[in-house]
């Protein structure tokens, strides 16, 4: 049977309901949590902790954070984000990604659970590459504001980009510009991992 787990101590492996795992993510607390191998006959999963990565992993993370919010600052209602829960439809459990981007301006207003992504990007670690690219995936696509998933490896210079209106085709950037139409913003591949590797 799932546990009821608390918000006070740690949780990682341990099987949940996605009430319980609801109820565990809804206050602040310093653990990045996500509910994988999710059976939704049964409503249940195991809870890890994403807290914590490598150098290189936050580096990355940090150089798109950078990028992108000093693109953003054009003006508009677009921010990126970092740390904060995507609420999935149709009964999946909610993720964070490593980065995200949305131009909702009701993921603004005090006491919203989730945001609209508008763009992902998760830096792909050994224990969660995997889970990243398949089930974390394929939850992300269930959110119809999504329109650009990312994938960056921390381990040498490539970005994989997917784009909801190719049907999700995977493109490969090792170096040069990467062109998001989707809000006229340009990712350099250099410049983002300069430093990193």
């Keep these: ?16 309901t ?19 191998n999710y059976d939704p006959r049964t409503r249940s999963g195991i809870i890890i902790d994403m807290t914590g990565s490598s150098w290189s992993h936050g580096e990355l ?10 693109q953003l600052r ?51 670690s050994p224990s969660t590459e995997h889970y990243d690219r398949t089930e974390k995936f394929e939850r992300y696509k269930r959110c119809a504001s999504l329109q650009v998933f990312i994938l960056a490896s921390q381990g040498k210079q490539q970005i994989e980009v997917y784009r909801r209106d190719t049907d999700w085709k995977q493109e490969i950037y090792e170096a040069g510009t990467i062109q998001l139409e989707v809000l006229d913003l340009e990712l350099d591949v250099d410049m983002l991992y300069q430093g990193v590797l």
């Design 18 to 36: 996605l009430e319980a795992f609801e109820r565990l993510i809804s206050g602040e607390q310093p653990y990045r949590y996500e509910l994988i």
């Design 74 to 124: 054009r003006g508009g209602p677009c921010s990126v984000q970092a740390g904060r829960h995507v609420f999935i439809p149709d009964n999946q459990p909610p993720v964070i990604p490593d980065v995200v981007v949305t131009c909702d301006l009701g993921d603004r207003k005090p006491g919203k659970k989730g945001i609209s992504p508008l763009i992902v990007i998760e830096v792909l």
């Design 61 to 70: 993370t940090s150089h798109f954070l950078v990028d992108l919010a000093s």
């Design 1 to 16: 049977m799932a546990q009821q787990p608390h918000s006070s101590e740690i949780m990682h492996g341990v099987p949940a």
